[in-house]
């Protein structure tokens, strides 16, 4: 009598087992299935557009941008990731007073500004992760192109960062001509440094679009009949390009914008900066603005 409750025992654990492992595996082929499905079904990877922030603002300056280009494309699902910068950070850069090629004038990215490199890298990481690994529009806001240029050449090549397309917003490309007369270079030197590492539109699988506002004219001190604020702004330009009696979007001069080989394109009665511009002004961020460029940060066949 043990002998037969122990076998009938093991034949029902046995049983057990069976229909465990069956309905195991069952659950298991539909999950391949379900998941086959889905992979045969999905769209392309969505497009990513990172903002890259300009010197002095933060990331929150780009909210409403952000929201416009998502709006405009909702449909193509584009996802829009901004560098977390908070305006505190951009104090980081003083540390370039420590080195002595700051006071040269021949200072080089790296390491002053890897705080801002960094936080681009893990902006790239999070676009690739939520997106699939889909392709990666820079969209730089003044300082933020020459960051973002620094960014290609020294951190990650385009390919491996995923980055194909590069739209820059009033972006101070060039440094002053070392010749010109009252000038200091701002950067103190990096910006010679990019240009001679990766001049122009550099990358040969990257579209550059570079994009500028006409919006003040400005003129030099002696000059009559101008206003105080276009005399105010030609000085501006003067230390960015050389000359005070340039067109530019109130902070940077139009040739200072532009990249040799980039699509060059010039925008009329557009300010700078959602900083500090009047009421009746436009910058590049506006609805009505944004839709003049934003088809640039996509290829043509998308």
Known sequence: ALARLALESKVKAQALRRARLGGRAAALRRRAATSAAASSSSSPAARAVIILPGLGNCSKDYDELASELEKQRKEQGLR????????????RNAAGLLDANWWRGTLKPRPVVDWYLDKLKQAIEEAKGETGGGPITFLAHSAGGWLGRCYLAEVESPSDAGVDRFVSLGSPHSPPPADAEGTVDQTRGILTHVNETCPGAFHGDVAYVTIVGRCIEGSSIAEEGRSVGEKITGQGYK?????????????????????????????EGI???????????????????????????????E
Not at 240 to 261: F, K, R, Y
């Open 80 to 91: 829009v990731f901004t560098v977390d910068v908070a305006r505190i950070d951009w104090a």
């Open 239 to 267: 230390q960015v390009c050389g000359s005070s009696q340039v067109w530019g979007d109130g902070i940077v001069p139009e040739q200072s914008a532009h990249l040799e080989g980039a699509l060059q394109i010039s925008l």
């Open 271 to 301: 300010y700078h900066s959602p900083l500090g511009k009047g009421k009746d002004m436009r910058w590049y961020g506006d609805a009505e603005v944004v839709a003049q460029w934003m088809d640039h940060i996509y290829s043509t066949n």
